[in-house]
């Protein structure tokens, strides 16, 4: 168990530019979380797998962002057309079913 | 929707105090789930305590236990001989139950800064 891991860490990008985070859950974890954090708040519940299918999208995520679990292992968030107010920490987090949610360590994403 | 709020944007102890983080939530369910994750400065977000609704008594982890107060939709976190590892943010967090699966994203507090002192 090596825990959640996410890639990259820190991620800076001018307006208007495409970025793509990825997070690697625990393995046997079904559920996949991505939430958004922004300073001084507590994590946005953006979206959550249920192994590769999708289940829930919340309002906060506008059509420039979309999420993939291709295979149920690995899940990618793309944000397309990126906006100042989309620098944020990016958080996953991953779980089995019945047990708590276990958090990566988050992708920092900053646009200029 | 569920909103989870907590009142106290920063606290700050001597080291070897007690010392009781407030939460109060919202929710009409019935079945439900109820953390306190700490996240420290610059490091990820760890559980620290976890209530089922359905549970009458209080969980407790080591020096951290909870008050949990269905009717009156509290859930507080007390820390007993805080430490200076205890240093950080403090979210309180809501999440249904649903037993078939289903969405169940958690539901956070905007944070407690816990600031424990030498």
């Known amino acids: 168990d090596t825990g959640v891991s996410q890639d990259p860490r820190h991620k800076i990008t001018k307006r208007g530019q495409n970025v793509t985070f990825r997070c690697d859950p625990i393995?046997?974890?079904?559920?996949l979380y991505w939430y958004r954090q922004t300073l001084g708040q507590g994590p946005e519940f953006l979206t959550y797998?249920?192994?590769?299918?999708?289940?829930?999208k919340s309002r906060l995520l506008s059509d420039r962002f979309s999420a993939e679990r291709p295979k149920g292992s690995f899940s990618t968030l793309e944000i397309q057309r990126t906006e100042q107010g989309d620098s944020a920490m990016y958080l996953c987090?991953?779980?089995?079913?019945?047990?708590?949610?276990?958090f990566g360590p988050g992708t920092r994403l900053t646009v200029t | 929707a569920q909103t989870v709020t907590q009142s106290q944007p920063e606290m700050s102890v001597q080291e070897a105090e007690t010392v009781t983080l407030s939460c109060t939530y919202d929710?009409?369910?019935?079945?439900?789930?109820l953390f306190w994750y700490k996240q420290p400065p610059s490091r990820q977000m760890i559980l620290v305590i976890r209530?089922?609704?359905?549970?009458?008594q209080n969980a407790t982890e080591n020096r951290f236990s909870v008050n949990f107060q269905k009717a009156a939709k509290s859930f507080s976190l007390k820390i007993s001989d805080s430490q200076l590892g205890d240093t950080a943010m403090y979210f309180c967090?809501?999440?249904?139950?649903?037993?078939?699966?289903?969405?169940?994203?958690?539901?956070f507090g905007k944070g407690t800064h816990l600031i424990i002192q030498p």
């Open positions: 987090a991953s779980r089995k079913t019945g047990g708590e949610q276990y």
């Open positions: 393995s046997e974890h079904n559920r």
């Open positions: 797998f249920q192994n590769e299918a999708q289940l829930e």
């Open positions: 929710t009409s369910e019935n079945n439900y789930y």
């Open positions: 209530q089922e609704a359905y549970k009458q």
């Open positions: 967090a809501f999440m249904n139950y649903k037993p078939g699966g289903g969405a169940d994203g958690l539901t």
